[in-house]
Protein backbone atom coordinates (compact mmCIF):
# COMPACT_ATOMS: atom_id res chain seq x y z
CA UNK A 1 0.00 0.00 0.00
CA UNK A 2 1.33 3.05 -0.87
CA UNK A 3 0.41 5.84 0.73
CA UNK A 4 0.94 9.86 0.32
CA UNK A 5 1.16 12.37 3.01
CA UNK A 6 1.35 16.66 2.58
CA UNK A 7 2.58 18.77 5.03
CA UNK A 8 3.34 22.48 5.29
CA UNK A 9 0.13 24.15 3.76
CA UNK A 10 -1.00 27.41 6.16
CA UNK A 11 -2.27 30.56 5.86
CA UNK A 12 0.19 33.37 4.71
CA UNK A 13 0.09 37.16 3.52
CA UNK A 14 0.90 37.84 -0.55
CA UNK A 15 4.92 38.28 -0.68
CA UNK A 16 5.13 35.55 1.82
CA UNK A 17 6.68 31.99 1.46
CA UNK A 18 5.74 28.57 2.36
CA UNK A 19 7.28 24.82 1.55
CA UNK A 20 4.86 22.16 1.37
CA UNK A 21 6.47 18.44 2.10
CA UNK A 22 4.88 15.22 0.53
CA UNK A 23 6.48 12.07 1.98
CA UNK A 24 5.79 8.81 0.58
CA UNK A 25 5.51 5.31 2.47
CA UNK A 26 5.31 1.82 1.79
CA UNK A 27 7.19 -0.53 0.32
CA UNK A 28 7.42 -2.55 -2.77
CA UNK A 29 7.37 -0.10 -5.11
CA UNK A 30 9.65 2.32 -7.36
CA UNK A 31 8.88 5.83 -7.53
CA UNK A 32 9.24 7.44 -10.86
CA UNK A 33 7.45 10.98 -11.67
CA UNK A 34 6.16 13.35 -8.95
CA UNK A 35 4.30 16.40 -9.05
CA UNK A 36 2.81 19.00 -6.85
CA UNK A 37 -1.24 19.96 -8.35
CA UNK A 38 -3.27 22.55 -7.00
CA UNK A 39 -7.18 22.93 -7.09
CA UNK A 40 -8.82 26.73 -6.41
CA UNK A 41 -12.65 27.27 -5.59
CA UNK A 42 -14.20 26.47 -8.49
CA UNK A 43 -11.67 25.69 -10.82
CA UNK A 44 -10.07 23.12 -12.31
CA UNK A 45 -6.86 21.25 -10.95
CA UNK A 46 -3.61 22.20 -12.74
CA UNK A 47 -0.49 20.94 -12.31
CA UNK A 48 1.29 23.34 -10.41
CA UNK A 49 5.07 21.37 -10.87
CA UNK A 50 6.35 18.15 -11.69
CA UNK A 51 9.79 16.16 -11.39
CA UNK A 52 11.17 13.18 -12.56
CA UNK A 53 13.27 10.90 -10.94
CA UNK A 54 16.29 11.75 -12.65
CA UNK A 55 15.65 15.64 -11.41
CA UNK A 56 14.20 17.28 -14.84
CA UNK A 57 11.71 20.06 -13.56
CA UNK A 58 8.71 21.30 -14.87
CA UNK A 59 6.50 24.46 -14.26
CA UNK A 60 2.88 26.18 -14.67
CA UNK A 61 3.97 29.19 -16.00
CA UNK A 62 1.99 31.01 -13.63
CA UNK A 63 4.26 30.27 -10.93
CA UNK A 64 7.41 29.99 -12.83
CA UNK A 65 10.40 31.79 -11.09
CA UNK A 66 7.99 31.86 -7.91
CA UNK A 67 7.86 27.90 -7.19
CA UNK A 68 10.63 25.03 -6.81
CA UNK A 69 10.09 21.51 -7.05
CA UNK A 70 12.86 19.41 -5.36
CA UNK A 71 12.89 15.64 -4.33
CA UNK A 72 15.33 13.33 -2.09
CA UNK A 73 14.98 10.08 -3.05
CA UNK A 74 16.62 8.25 -0.83
CA UNK A 75 13.82 9.31 1.91
CA UNK A 76 10.62 9.65 -0.77
CA UNK A 77 10.53 13.16 -0.13
CA UNK A 78 9.24 15.82 -2.67
CA UNK A 79 8.68 19.51 -1.56
CA UNK A 80 7.58 22.43 -3.17
CA UNK A 81 9.23 25.79 -1.96
CA UNK A 82 6.63 28.67 -2.80
CA UNK A 83 7.76 32.43 -3.10
CA UNK A 84 6.49 35.50 -3.77
CA UNK A 85 3.05 33.96 -2.74
CA UNK A 86 -0.19 35.51 -4.54
CA UNK A 87 -3.71 35.96 -3.37
CA UNK A 88 -4.46 33.62 -6.55
CA UNK A 89 -2.18 31.19 -5.37
CA UNK A 90 -4.75 30.16 -2.71
CA UNK A 91 -5.98 26.63 -3.63
CA UNK A 92 -5.90 22.54 -1.93
CA UNK A 93 -2.48 21.49 -3.13
CA UNK A 94 -1.59 17.87 -3.92
CA UNK A 95 0.97 15.63 -3.96
CA UNK A 96 1.06 13.01 -6.60
CA UNK A 97 3.46 10.17 -7.17
CA UNK A 98 3.75 7.84 -10.52
CA UNK A 99 4.82 4.42 -8.77
CA UNK A 100 5.45 1.20 -10.09
CA UNK A 101 5.65 -2.05 -8.65
CA UNK A 102 8.34 -4.13 -7.74
CA UNK A 103 6.12 -7.44 -8.31
CA UNK A 104 4.61 -7.32 -11.18
CA UNK A 105 5.72 -3.88 -12.66
CA UNK A 106 2.28 -2.02 -13.02
CA UNK A 107 1.83 1.51 -12.55
CA UNK A 108 -0.42 3.52 -10.15
CA UNK A 109 -0.92 6.77 -9.95
CA UNK A 110 -1.32 7.88 -6.20
CA UNK A 111 -2.42 11.07 -4.74
CA UNK A 112 -2.27 12.56 -1.13
CA UNK A 113 -5.47 13.73 0.61
CA UNK A 114 -4.02 17.74 0.10
CA UNK A 115 -3.22 20.47 2.13
CA UNK A 116 -5.07 24.02 2.33
CA UNK A 117 -3.22 27.08 1.02
CA UNK A 118 -4.21 30.75 1.78
CA UNK A 119 -2.84 33.65 0.72
CA UNK A 120 -4.12 36.82 1.90
CA UNK A 121 -3.94 40.38 0.08
Known amino acids: QVQLVESGGGLVQAGGSLRLSCVVS????????MGWYRQAPGKQRELVAA???????RYADSVKGRFTISRDNAKNLVYLQMNNLKPEDTAVYSC???????????????WGQGTQVTVSS
Open 51 to 57: ITSGGST
Open 26 to 33: GSGFSINA
Open 96 to 110: NADCTSSSNYLRRNV
